[in-house]
Every structure is written in structure tokens, then in C-alpha cells.
């Protein structure tokens, strides 16, 4: 009776959390302890690891340093050119307005568990949501993308692999930019290209890279090598299996990528916002300089003109009148008309010429005094 009743009662609790998150707080909580078993149960191996570590034979170490020696020699060489590259990139993406992730933010984490479903490729690590992990963030090692978070805890997180029967990721061929998308096989030395078409320039040896189009995964991490592709005449999609490039069942210290979480809108928003804020800075003292003094011009002119012309048409009425206020005479006769105000770009430029050259109306203003 007390097996029936734990039976049903473990159906009951399965059932209700496959359905619903009722229990999703319980498991969180639940994960505090099951860490200690993780723990308790990865000691033998931290503690086999500790002996030989101390017990290693000296000739093993001399040649292990010798090597570890010419491989930093090889990184920094090729760190000096990815430094160029990188700051090269830079410059021209900013002269194409464009913003993109160059660094991104990575933190180290280890691996303590394993699904134990044959059926789902699944690994827990030791960073949880108290240490930042968010849903959906990558994971890669040493050699290129391993998975994505896809649960989290407050001390662990669960990271589906790129080999599970449900996972996909967007991927282009780095020799020519060939978009196409990875999905996982359940295998995890293999990856299958899904719907690529039999013309396309796709061979044995590529190198498919993240494409960054599904806005999960940056732009440019090594993914996978294409190992085979099947032509079929038949068939109007060819066949293509890939070896992912990270070693799946066998690294043990991963790299969270912290990438930007703004959305694309949020992007662009953000990079008008930044070129508006460039033109502003830009083009503030110009502004000022041309657009005020015309203003300031028109209104010295309009006042001039009606000085001048009834000073000048008592004192001199027949001699300086057609001389110099003829023209400013049409001006002051009809100041209600406003035309050439109706008519900014006829009146601009003309306008704008007396006050390029300020001796001009010097003249104007001491004629109208004589």
C-alpha cells in the first residue's frame, strides 16, 4: 500500500511539473542541496586529481612547461595582429555608424554535473542567478560555442548543448558568408546543416561560425567543421554533417559570454540618438552665427529706412531723393506688406549680404544723416 501510494504521489509530482511551474521555486530551492551532492560526489575525483598533481614525474612537468612555453610565444604573436584587426574594426565601424560587440564580457565557470538522460544533452555548471547567469546566455570553452542556459538557479545553471535533438543555432560559412542553420543531432560529435540547397558553395573542411542573426549568440565564435556533404541529384537539399569544433564531453571549465541585452531597436535608437547628440556638438556654434544676424540686420534696415527717407525728403527734396533712398523708398512706403518676409529665400540672401560686409551699411546709415 505504502509503494502504491509513493507511486502515484512521484506520477502526481512529475505530472505537475511538466504541466506547470507550480513547483519551479521548490526545485530552485531544492538545488541548494543537491549542490553538496554534486560536491560530495565530485570529491574523489578533485582529490585523485590533488594526489597525481603531486606525485607527477619531473620530465612530465619540464616538457609540459617547455611546450606551454612555445604556445604563449605563438598567442602573443597572434595577439599583437588581433589587437590590429581589432582596433581596425573598430574605426570601421564607427565610420559606418554601426554598433557592435568587440569585447565581450566573460566570467569562467566549471562544470559539476551531467544529465544523466541519454536522450537529452544536458550539463550543470557552478554559476547560478546569484553570480548575474541569464536565460538563454552562451557558453562556450576553449575551442568554440558549447550551449546556452536554459534553467537557472540561484548557485547552478543547466546548459543545453548544441548536439541536443532540440536545439538550433544560426551559422555561416566563414570562407563565404553561406547562412544556413546547425541543429543538434543527439549525437555529440555531430551536427547536421538543415535545408541547404544542393547549388550551394558549401565543401568538406569549412569553417561555420556563429552568424549573430538570432540575436542569442554573438557574431564570429567558431562553431563547426563541415567533415561530409552529400549531393543527391534527387534531392533538392543536400546533406551536410559538421563536427562541432568545442569539446563537448570533455572540457570541464566553460566561459559565460555576458553580450549586450539591448534589442536591436534599442540599438539604433540609441545610435541616433548618439549621431543627433555628434551633429548637436558639432554644429552648435555655426547655428547661432548664421541664423541671428540676419535677424539683427533685418531689423536695423527696416529701422533705417523710415529714418532715412522723412529726413532726407525735407532737407533735400528734389536733389538727394532718387539718389540713394529710391530703392528704400518702395520698402518704407509698404511696411504692412512684408514681402520679402513672405519670401524667406528671395530675401535671405540679400539680406544676408549687407550683414556679410558691415562697411555697406555704414554708407546707408550716413546718408540718411546728411
Known sequence: MRLLVLVVLSVALMVVDARFTLLKPVRSQMSLVLMQSYWITDLPQRLWQGVASQFGSRTELVAENEKLKTENLLLQGRMQKLAALTEQNVRLRELLNSSA???????????????????????????????????????????????????????????????????????????????????????????ELRHVADTADI?????????????????????????????????????VRAVPTAALNRSRYLLLVFSDTRTPEER?????????????????????????????????????????????????????????????????????????????PATQPAVVKPAAKPPVSAPATTGGRE
Open 268 to 344: 539604433a535608437n540609441d545610435a541616433a540618438q548618439a549621431q543627433e547628440n555628434l551633429d548637436a556638438q558639432g554644429g552648435g556654434p555655426i547655428i547661432p552665427a548664421t541664423v541671428p544676424k540676419p535677424a539683427a540686420v533685418i531689423a536695423p534696415a527696416a529701422a533705417a529706412v523710415p529714418a532715412t527717407a522723412p529726413a532726407a525728403t525735407p532737407a533735400k527734396p528734389a536733389a538727394t531723393t532718387p539718389v540713394k533712398p529710391a530703392a528704400a523708398h518702395p520698402a518704407a512706403a509698404k511696411p504692412p506688406a512684408t514681402a520679402p518676409a513672405a519670401k524667406p
Open 203 to 239: 565543401k568538406e573542411g569549412d569553417l561555420l561560425v556563429s552568424s549573430g542573426l538570432g540575436q542569442r549568440f554573438p557574431a564570429g565564435y567558431p562553431v563547426a567543421t563541415v567533415k561530409e556533404v552529400i549531393h543527391d541529384s534527387g534531392q533538392p537539399f543536400a546533406i
Open 101 to 191: 560587440l568587440v569585447n565581450e564580457k566573460v566570467e569562467v565557470a566549471e562544470l559539476i554535473g551531467m544529465d544523466p538522460n541519454p536522450f537529452t544533452h544536458r550539463i550543470i555548471i557552478n554559476k547560478g542567478e546569484r553570480d548575474g547567469v541569464v536565460l538563454g546566455q552562451p557558453v562556450l570553452d576553449a575551442r568554440g560555442l558549447m550551449g546556452q542556459v536554459v534553467e537557472l538557479m540561484p548557485y547552478t545553471s543547466r546548459v543545453l548543448l548544441l548536439t541536443d535533438t532540440t536545439h538550433s543555432i544560426p551559422v555561416q560559412v566563414n570562407r563565404n558568408g553561406l547562412r544556413a542553420i546547425a541543429s543538434g543531432t543527439g549525437n555529440p560529435e555531430r551536427l
